[in-house]
């Protein structure tokens, strides 16, 4: 069953003063399904930032609709877009978007908080989240005091612990040194094997090679598309970098 349903997605840019227009979008089209964990990939400037926001609802489309079980994310009123992306999206940053001046457990639960769910239900959501990804004995400390990777463990229990239908992982090993991205794939595909659906933005062939399937985004259009299958990550990483030279070379993937 699809969970995310894409269909001739537009988006048209003008600029100030109404002058030129900027087709961000042209005519994207594609489906996830429940459980699936996709990289999208594509040059700086091909749309797939522009196709992120609009899938987080922070942006609308010029023409086209984004499906989310059902039902249309452009059409859900402005009062009520901050608790729609809260009950159904998760979000992990390039930069982890974690607050100084809380705890890292102050951090993971803010969701909740938002919510309005009550210190025990949060505290009994989070153990085996904590657990899973290895942050136990940090949930006391505060972000400027751990690593990176830490750093970004926490941004993602605090995407995990509102149990969202679709994980939006925004150049998610971007600010990660290796180990800590080796770390982090491994419990993305941990995650995923758990029934977690992931849609990742990345630049990197080695996040990308991690995923089920991989979208290709070219001047705002899906380019081409790779499915996992059998393939090893070794395989999908030398498929992606194949891809990825056909696209800057000007080649054909349709």
Do not use: W
Not at 80 to 85: C, H, N, V
Not at 216 to 237: C, K, L, P, W
């Amino acid at each position: 069953m699809s969970v995310l349903q894409v269909d001739c997605l537009k988006k048209v840019y003008t600029t100030r003063f109404g002058g030129n227009k900027v087709e961000a979008l042209k005519n994207v089209s594609f489906s996830v399904e429940t459980g699936e964990y996709v990289a999208i990939m594509g040059e700086s400037g091909s749309g797939k930032t522009t196709l992120l926001n609009i899938l987080a609802a922070l942006d609308k489309p010029t023409a086209g609709t984004v499906l989310l079980e059902g039902k249309d994310i452009s059409k859900v009123k402005e009062a009520d877009l901050a608790m729609f992306r809260r009950n159904n999206l998760g979000f992990v940053f390039q930069d982890f978007n974690l607050l100084d001046t809380f705890s890292i457990e102050d951090n993971i639960y803010l969701p909740l908080v938002l919510a309005g769910k009550g210190h025990h239900e949060m505290a009994e959501r989070l153990k085996p989240i904590a657990l899973q990804l290895g942050i136990s004995d940090i949930l006391k400390k505060y972000p400027y005091e751990v690593s990176g990777g830490q750093k970004q463990r926490t941004a993602v229990a605090r995407a995990l612990i509102t149990n969202p239908k679709v994980i939006l992982a925004d150049e998610p090993t971007g600010a990660l040194d290796s180990k800590a991205t080796d770390e982090l794939l491994r419990l993305f595909r941990e995650i995923n094997a758990n029934g977690q659906t992931i849609l990742m933005v990345t630049h990197s062939v080695k996040a990308a090679s991690h995923a089920k399937r991989v979208l290709f985004i070219a001047d705002g259009e899906v380019f081409h598309q790779i499915y996992r299958g059998e393939n090893t990550s070794e395989q999908m990483y030398q498929k992606i970098s194949d891809t990825l030279t056909m696209l800057a070379t000007g080649g054909d993937g349709k």
